[in-house]
């Protein structure tokens, strides 16, 4: 059997399958940004490389110069966030490469909902709420600000002020009225 399907709770070796997924761009789609988005992806890449991998390899020489490696938690952890961190570069690498960066700030002074709109409505004539429409990987519930291929950010896309757009969830369809589109 392949070293990539089995699970090693020794050393960590079988960490690949526990890594967590991040959300999928749908086929064919292409990866838009933003550029706030993008730079963040970028700086989080260059202090992988820069800062935080070089530490770490700087550690795990130093534990195994120490001798045993077996009982030696400095050096198996070490080893495990390594993997980690080539794992994330490997990732944001690809993700940067597929990235089409949009500049929201373009549409300044429309009313139809794009990517990078944010978005005011009134859901069901009941709640009012206000979200941004951005790439998947700057997705943020907290901030209110969601992916332009959720359920949400695709009911809205394309969506001018004044209009009634349905949102088709599990449990039923809610009615959105667009009350205000503005680009920052």
């Known amino acids: 059997m392949s070293k990539a399907f089995v699970r090693d709770d020794g050393d960590g070796e079988g960490d690949e399958l526990d890594a967590p997924q991040a959300e999928p761009i749908p086929a064919g789609a292409r990866n838009y940004i933003t550029p706030a988005g993008h730079q963040r992806l970028r700086q989080e890449l260059l202090s992988l490389l820069d800062v935080e991998r070089p530490d770490v390899v700087r550690i795990v020489s130093w534990a195994a110069s120490?001798?045993?490696?077996?009982?030696?938690?400095?050096y198996i952890y070490g080893k495990r966030r390594l993997r980690e961190i080539d794992r994330r570069i490997r990732f944001l690498t690809k993700r940067l490469e597929l990235a089409e960066v949009v500049d929201p700030a373009l549409r300044r002074g429309t009313t139809q909902a794009f990517f990078g709109a944010?978005?005011?409505?009134?859901?069901n004539g009941e709640t009012e709420e206000s979200v941004t429409i951005v790439g998947v990987d700057e997705v943020d519930p907290a901030a209110r600000r969601v992916s332009w291929v959720s359920p949400v950010g695709r009911a809205l896309l394309k969506a001018n002020e004044g209009d009634l757009v349905a949102l088709r969830l599990p449990e039923g369809v809610d009615e959105l009225e667009v009350l205000e589109v503005r680009y920052e």
């Open 66 to 74: 120490n001798g045993d490696r077996s009982e030696n938690g400095d």
């Open 118 to 123: 944010t978005v005011r409505f009134m859901r």
